[in-house]
């Protein structure tokens, strides 16, 4: 298993243009997540997914939209980038058995994508 | 609103020495407490995981320990070596709502030779 892979590793974009950030896994769970980490501070929830076609905001969804077409792939989508979203962006899946008994639910995060905004 | 405090932000030891980290949270109500090493430049790997009902774990020469009365945890690294430099994120969940975890700022500790 490749586990949660991220592309691209770094980009750097210009204000107010746009990008996908993608994410897939290969363990067939049904949670995926996409998380920011801002130096010196704990990871921000942006966007989470429950499964294909059921997607939900975190705590920061503003200027990120995100789509899950299939259990594999859950796609980040930056519209009219600004400099605050320059960040370390990295996507997470875990399963759902445990989920409803509040246990042992372990995330598996991917290398993350460093995004600059100039 | 759900907090996770951890202590110290950074700390620096020699190699072979021991060190605990702490974990201070208002999450509720508490599912379950994980900690996560993040070395530079990668994403979080999970250490261990406890829910209510434990107040020990072990990983190797990484301990956890729960205290749900107190709302506190700590990591314990023993005999730390050089590949224990990293960053050591708290993480708690909440059984209420979503279950979103709530995420500390992270130790970052460094082991010098």
């Known amino acids: 298993n490749a586990g949660v892979t991220q592309t691209p590793k770094f980009r750097i974009l210009k204000i107010g243009q746009s990008m996908t950030l993608q994410c897939t896994q290969d363990m067939n769970h049904n949670y995926m997540y996409w998380y920011r980490q801002d130096p010196g501070m704990g990871l921000k929830l942006i966007y989470y997914s429950v499964g294909a076609g059921i997607t939900d905001k975190g705590e920061v969804p503003n200027g990120y939209n995100v789509s899950r077409s299939t259990t594999e792939d859950f796609p980040l989508r930056l519209e009219l980038a600004a400099p605050s979203q320059t960040s370390v962006y990295f996507c997470a899946s875990r399963t759902a058995e445990l989920w409803q008994r509040g246990g042992k639910d372990t995330q598996y995060f991917g290398p993350g994508t460093r995004l600059t905004v100039l | 609103k759900n907090q996770v405090e951890q202590s110290p932000q950074s700390l620096i030891i020699l190699e072979g020495k021991n060190c605990t980290l702490q974990?201070?949270?208002?999450?509720?109500?508490?599912?379950?407490l994980r900690w996560y090493k993040q070395d530079t430049g990668r994403g979080p790997v999970s250490l261990t995981i406890m829910t209510f009902s434990e107040n020990t774990k072990s990983n190797g020469r990484y301990t956890a320990t729960l205290d749900a009365d107190t709302k506190q945890s700590s990591l314990h690294i023993t005999a730390s070596q050089l590949s224990d430099s990293a960053s050591y994120i708290c993480v708690v969940t909440s059984s209420g709502g979503s279950y979103i975890p709530t995420f500390g700022r992270g130790t970052s500790l460094i082991v010098h030779p």
């Open positions: 974990c201070n949270y208002t999450v509720s109500p508490f599912s379950n």
